[in-house]
């Protein structure tokens, strides 16, 4: 079956570091996303992890553990136009296509 | 600059009125999906396009329709037979329907009256 499971919501202080994490279980795994989203907008593309390892791209940070089925989002030097929902996504196996599966996104919020 | 464009911001439905929702897209991208989001949810699969003139159901496919008449718009139409069609909905994009990220619209509110 396919399943994605991330917290609902977490709390941290400006300028800090958070780790949000994502457990899956997906057949045919291939490749985990993480969109950021902000209350009533579109979800904007943050990173994408195919390979095990860690991908660093400026303040964020993301690792894949195929092996254990999990990742995490890691965001340093916090600041409060990071509070929003962080969604993890991975395709899965439907018919002749592979369509992205979201959890339900986890809610940031940012404190001064 | 191109992009993806929903349509309506927000719109309201009347009880066993259809309404449809627009996205057009000038990417150049040949698949396009429609999502649902519930308030503290995940996007759920409505329906996704991988080419002009084929669509399939995602997993909550049912009181929706769609249509690919053009590679650059796929309208979703809510119909009178979805009883619960509050929610966001979400239009999105991509080169192609495996491990590509998406590109979304900006969202249509949808509230019943």
């Known amino acids: 079956g396919q399943n994605i499971d991330q917290p609902t919501e977490m709390t941290a202080t400006e300028g800090a570091i958070v780790q949000i994490n994502c457990t899956y279980q997906?057949?045919?795994?291939?490749?985990l996303f993480w969109y950021q989203q902000h209350a009533g907008e579109a979800p904007t593309f943050l990173s994408y992890?195919?390979?095990?390892g860690l991908e660093e791209k400026g303040r964020f940070s993301s690792f894949l553990s195929r092996s254990k089925g999990y990742s995490y989002l890691l965001l340093k030097e916090l600041q409060m136009k990071d509070s929003a929902s962080y969604l993890c996504?991975?395709?899965?196996?439907?018919?002749?296509?592979?369509?992205?599966?979201f959890g339900s996104g986890t809610q940031l919020t940012v404190l001064p | 600059d191109g992009g993806i464009t929903q349509s309506p911001k927000y719109l309201f439905r009347k009880e066993g009125q259809n309404v449809t929702l627009s996205c057009e897209q000038n990417?150049?991208?040949?698949?396009m999906y429609w999502y649902r989001q519930d308030p503290g949810q995940g996007l759920r699969l409505i329906y996704y396009?991988?080419?002009?003139?084929?669509?399939q159901k995602g997993d909550i496919a049912e009181g929706y329709s769609v249509s690919r008449e053009k590679k650059e718009s796929f309208p979703l139409t809510v119909t009178s037979a979805q009883k619960n069609p509050t929610a966001f909905y979400l239009c999105?994009?991509?080169?192609?329907?495996?491990?590509?990220?998406?590109?979304f619209g900006s969202g249509t509110q949808l509230s019943v009256l």
């Open positions: 990417l150049n991208h040949d698949a």
């Open positions: 999105a994009s991509s080169t192609r329907t495996t491990n590509e990220k998406l590109f």
């Open positions: 992890n195919v390979l095990d």
């Open positions: 997906t057949s045919g795994f291939n490749g």
């Open positions: 396009s991988q080419i002009v003139n084929d669509f």
């Open positions: 996504a991975a395709p899965l196996s439907s018919g002749s296509a592979r369509q992205l599966t």
